[in-house]
């Protein structure tokens, strides 16, 4: 199998042989890369130009269509990314985490784009803030998609989710994607972006992939790009140092080495649920892609008095684990992707051991199905057990990246507290406990230092999605030594794709540059009802007011009787006397939105078809019988929705007759369209 490059549209075709790469199970060759001359300036602008412009193009729900246009084709065609997983020593369970992984969250984005972004461009960010005295100058908080390129340099250990997981929020954010895997495992990657590209699902310009060096690319990067990196900490600041970087505040976003702790709390004994939820996800971590996955536990820290408990359950679970060819169904762990990692592995836990002893697993002697020791990187799990925490530093800092952990003691939470955050920032530490006052101390003494930090008991041991796992709505990534960069938690992540602008002018400007009314700015008023427009006529500002309705006590009395809402505050006036808020008998809150909606609504059939919610109702004023109440309906958004009908937000405030704020709130309803 001889690796090309996909640029500028098109594959380059094999060129020359430059790198053999060779089966972590058997040692044969299972790919080649090869020598291309690729324009690394040519191939930013090429994206910047063809594909900035059409992703710019389309609105956050059509991004979200194409991003399950494309789950949807490669859920068809996992089976070939399967196949060569083996290659890579990925057991089944392996390859499903980083195939259906990375598939899965292509599905999370794509139905995150379409429920929680509005079917636009750009966002708003934030309420219109006003500048000035008079209200003839605001500003409002835009949010815009680059104009540049996403450069992605993934690790080898999740060539497909790695590579899926940072072009979601991308290309969803209206940024086109440069990606680059790890050659040890391209080949799978390649295969991914040959079935990307067969789908068709992504327009022209949108994806390019390069194999092997990133050449002169660093030079040609402007302050519209973007650098997102996963890797060893090493490879990370050499880019980062990059000249350009600096010059350009290029953004850099770095997920590297993470000593991710696990910790198991005081009231987790032996017997107890928690103690063995702990020493299975201990296991589990450290057997998973044969323990290659940045957020695997590497320090696990219990009470000084279950130490022995710990090690001795662990070593037992550990002796059960079944290493050897993955493509067997009775192994548990495959190798580790090469044997330049095993001899990295190695050479980590040589110096680990200068501080803690090994206490299972023995990298000279171990028992293999199906497979030959001396041709594939297999290594047996191997746990150590730290005696000096305190004191030592190799066991907070050295990433043996493989299934490799220390087992460590404590004697109270404060310390517990204190080596935890030894590892200089992490990606995620777990917690095994019920007890929630033991909880709350060592989340909030860790927290600053973790992107994760998951609460592990037995109400969730069924569910919960495991320690190492990064779900596409929740943060992945850590301050300090982990990088300190985001990746994933929903929508949040789009912000590394975009530019928060202040935008700011008259009301009259920022509404219709805007799309949203916002008061202050005009309203339109006519004869004909604002409810009588279909959705594509109707426009922004467009306003009832209506007339006036008193509010009496029989009103109040049947709407209590009527509803069974007999609250003192609306029912008796001698409970009211002296309360903070209530001058006396005052009218419900409901029955005020009751009569605001019988004083605009347009009662024929007509455009609106629907009322389907309110948004951000506060009751601001309480209203007493004989005050009059009026209310304001002025359209404010329009989202279209189908080519039926669209969503319009109105906003609706409701005053008194002294012209008072009584309350407000946003009417949500679907509008036909014209058809
Ligand atoms: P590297 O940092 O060497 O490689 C990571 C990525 O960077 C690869 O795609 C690599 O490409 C690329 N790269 C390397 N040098 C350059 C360069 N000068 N310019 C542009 N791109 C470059 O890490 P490894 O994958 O070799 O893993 C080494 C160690 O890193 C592991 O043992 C582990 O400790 C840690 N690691 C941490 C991860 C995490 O998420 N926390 C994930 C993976 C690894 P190429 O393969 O072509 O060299």
């Known amino acids: ?49 063809i594909g900035g412009k059409h992703l710019r193009k389309l609105t956050f729900h059509q991004r979200a269509g194409l991003l399950k246009a494309l789950a949807d084709y490669l859920t068809q065609h996992k089976d070939r990314l399967y196949k060569l997983s ?12 980083d195939v259906d992984g990375g598939i899965g969250t292509l599905f999370a984005y794509a139905g995150k784009g379409r429920r929680e972004l509005p079917n636009s461009k750009f966002l708003l960010d934030g309420n219109v803030e006003g500048l000035s005295k008079g209200g003839a100058f605001a500003g409002q908080h835009i949010v815009t998609p680059l104009h540049g390129v996403a450069v992605h340099i993934n690790a080898f250990n999740f060539p497909c989710w790695g590579m899926l997981e940072k072009l979601a929020p991308a290309l969803l954010a209206g940024v086109p994607v440069v990606t680059k895997p790890a ?23 949108v994806l390019q992939f390069i194999i092997g060096s990133t050449g002169d690319l660093f030079d040609h990067l402007t302050c519209q790009d973007v650098v997102s990196f996963t890797g060893s900490a090493d490879t990370s600041q050499n880019l980062q140092r990059h000249p350009v970087i600096a010059r350009e505040a290029v953004r850099f976003i770095a997920e590297r080495d993470s ?75 495959g190798p580790l992707v090469g044997l330049g990692q095993r001899s990295d592995v190695l050479a980590h836990v040589a110096k680990l051991r200068t501080e803690a002893e090994l206490v299972a697993g023995d990298p000279g002697d171990f028992a293999l199905l199906d497979a030959d020791a001396t041709r594939g990187a297999f290594i047996p799990p191997l746990l150590l057990h730290c005696a000096k925490p305190l004191a030592a530093s190799a066991v907070h800092e050295i990433e043996a ?69 990064p779900m596409p709505q929740m943060v992945h990534g850590g301050p300090g030594r982990a990088g300190g960069g985001e990746e994933l938690g929903g929508v949040r992540s789009l912000q590394h794709y975009m530019q928060r602008t202040a935008l700011q002018g008259s009301p009259t400007m920022l509404s219709g540059v805007t799309g949203r009314w916002f008061k202050g700015s005009p309203m339109l008023e006519g004869d004909l009802h604002p409810f009588r427009y279909h959705y594509d006529d109707l426009e922004i500002g467009r306003t009832l007011v209506s007339k006036a309705r008193q509010i009496t006590l029989d009103d109040i009395e049947h709407f209590a009787h009527f509803t069974g809402d007999t ?23 409901y029955l005020l939105l009751s009569f ?34 009026q209310v ?21 405030e409701i005053t008194t007759g002294t012209g008072e704020t009584a309350a407000t709130y946003e009417l949500l309803t679907m509008n036909a369209m014209r058809g």
């Open 1 to 49: 199998m001889k690796l090309d490059n996909f640029v500028r549209g098109k594959w380059s075709g094999p060129g020359e042989p430059a790198a053999e790469i060779h089966s972590a199970v058997t040692g044969d060759v299972v790919a080649v890369t090869t020598r291309s001359d690729l324009d690394m300036r040519e191939i930013l602008a090429y994206g910047r130009a």
């Open 86 to 97: 083996f290659h890579a020593g990925a057991t089944r369970t392996d390859a499903m985490i």
């Open 183 to 205: 050659t040890v495992t391209s080949y799978v990657a390649h295969e991914l972006v040959r079935i990307i590209t067969e789908s068709g699902a992504l327009p022209e310009g």
């Open 259 to 333: 000593l991710n702790a696990a910790i198991l709390a005081p009231d987790a004994v032996p017997g107890s649920p928690e103690f063995d939820l702990f020493v299975k996800e201990v296991a589990k971590e450290m057997t998973v892609k044969a323990g290659q996955k940045c957020t695997a536990i590497r320090r696990a820290l219990v009470p000084s008095a279950q130490l022995d408990a710990v090690i001795t359950a662990l070593r037992d679970r550990l002796a059960k684990v079944t290493i050897g060819n993955p493509e067997n169904d009775k192994v548990r762990m």
């Open 401 to 469: 990246f493989g299934p490799v952990s220390t087992v460590m003691g404590y004697d109270d939470l404060e310390q517990a507290i204190a080596l935890t955050n030894r590892g200089g920032g992490s990606l995620v530490a777990s917690i095994y406990t019920r007890d929630i006052p033991a909880a709350t101390e060592l989340a909030f003494g860790i927290g600053s230092f973790h992107g994760r930090v998951a609460i592990i008991d037995r109400d969730c041991a069924s569910e919960h999605t495991g320690h190492g796992s």
């Open 567 to 589: 609250f003192y505050a609306h029912m008796d006036e001698e409970a009211t006397k002296g309360h903070p808020f209530f001058p006396g008998r005052v009218a419900h809150g």
């Open 596 to 629: 605001a909606a019988g004083l605009f609504v347009d009662p024929d059939y007509g455009p609106v078809l629907a009322n389907y919610g309110l948004d951000s109702l506060r009751f601001v004023k309480p209203v007493q019988p004989g005050e009059q109440i």
């Open 632 to 652: 304001r309906l002025t359209a404010k958004e329009k989202m279209p929705r189908n080519k039926q009908y669209g969503e319009v937000r109105w906003d609706v």
